[in-house]
């Protein structure tokens, strides 16, 4: 079993930056992928950015640039660093561990607007 506790949520205004973290406790995390996934109001949630324990990186192509996602073993804890940030970033976010199961966050809000 593995529980993940984000933070670092928040109001900021377009072209402002933000950092979410994510720590996983439980045995053996450092071997899961790490991800983040967001959720807008009437929409699917999608994957943001992904890390595997040997540091290969996905991003969506729509974060691409703006995000950079990192992930910090010693600590069981996943990064997201977010810059440029525009209202279309507005979700609720959520971290994501997967090693065959899967398991999710209780989800942190992040509001772009001015």
């Known amino acids: 079993q593995v529980q993940l506790v984000e933070s670092g949520g928040g109001l900021v205004q377009p072209g402002g930056s933000l950092r979410l973290s994510c720590t996983a406790s439980?045995?053996?995390?450092?071997?899961?992928?790490l991800g983040w996934y967001r959720q807008a109001p009437g929409k699917q949630r999608e994957l943001v950015a992904s890390?595997?324990?040997?540091?290969?990186?996905n991003y969506a192509e729509s974060v691409k640039g703006r995000f950079t996602i990192s992930r910090d073993n010693t600590k069981n804890t996943v990064y997201l660093q977010m810059n440029s940030l525009k209202p279309e970033d507005t979700a609720v976010y959520y971290c994501?561990?997967?090693?065959?199961?899967?398991?999710w966050g209780q989800g942190t809000q992040v509001t772009v607007s001015s």
């Open positions: 890390i595997t324990w040997t540091s290969v990186i």
């Open positions: 439980g045995s053996n995390t450092n071997i899961y992928t």
């Open positions: 994501n561990a997967q090693y065959f199961v899967s398991y």
